[in-house]
């Protein structure tokens, strides 16, 4: 039966356009029909709701609430995809988000066009569930074996106990799946051999004209002046393993999910 359904929506596709370009609204469909990703369908319906339902409070940029940033994947509380299609048809009471009777796909649309950071040109990102991120963070997925959160964990790798405030969702995904294309200029791992002969191996941390601080293998900060040195290479590849091809799409959505909720706040 789902097989059917979907094989319908396919051949609906470019009808589904045409429907949304002349101004009316999609209706059949639900959020189920596409677990792993939104469409560009989606995400049009959802700029064009944004504009004109949500913008005049939200602002063009979603961060008109104060404490808010759409656009960020800033929320109250860390929101999965089935939360903020809760929040969006209950509203928040008592407060000024009013609730809104949406279709299914219009709650999908306004998803998609958030998890895209408001650009319809962006690549939709699919929010899972926080907890169980959590759990392959720590567990099989390896993460915790170099980066630290709340205090736990390595130093070889960034700190990421507040990730998820600093970096937009779109970054975070790309992180995972294309940890090279991600890389900060400022993270890279680096070799040095000093004039004493000394080799040293770890993360960079600062650097400026005449210095360069870094973590070392034994996570001890370094602190080094460029003088000194006889070789210094930084890194053009990342040492973290891409988690396209050993994960699902659902464990992808709920490790975005879970670097998402760290705020820093503990
Ligand atoms: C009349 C003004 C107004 C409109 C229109 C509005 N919002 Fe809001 N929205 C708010 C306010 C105010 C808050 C902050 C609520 C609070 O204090 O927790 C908010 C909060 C939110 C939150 C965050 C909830 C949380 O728990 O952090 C989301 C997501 C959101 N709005 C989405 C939308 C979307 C999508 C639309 C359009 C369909 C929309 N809003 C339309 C005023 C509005
Ligand atoms: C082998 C060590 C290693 C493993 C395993 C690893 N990472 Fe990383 N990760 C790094 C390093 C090092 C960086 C810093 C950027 C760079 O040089 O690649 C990084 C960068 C990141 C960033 C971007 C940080 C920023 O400042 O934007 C995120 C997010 C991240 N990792 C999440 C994860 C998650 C989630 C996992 C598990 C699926 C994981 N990492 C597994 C080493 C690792």
Redesign the pocket.
Known sequence: MPRIHRLTRAVLGSLTLAVCLSGRLAAQGTSQDHPGQYSAIDIETGSRLYAGQCAQCHGPNGDMVSGIDLRRGQFRRPLSDDDLRRTISAGVPGTGMPPFNLQPTELDGLVAFIRVGLDVSGTPVKVGDAAH?QT??EGK???????RVNGKGPR???D?SD?GA??SVA??QR??VD??G???PI???VRIVTRDGRTIRG?RLNEDTHTVQLIDEQERLVSLMKADLREYEV?K?????S?AGT?TDDERSD?VA??LSLKGLR
């Open positions: 991120g392959l963070f997925a390896g993460c915790a074996s170099c980066h070889v790798a960034p990421l990730i600093i970096r970054a975070l992180s995972l940890p090279t991600a890389m900060w993270n890279r791992s993360r890194a590849t990342s040492p973290m393993p988690i994960l490790l879970y670097l």
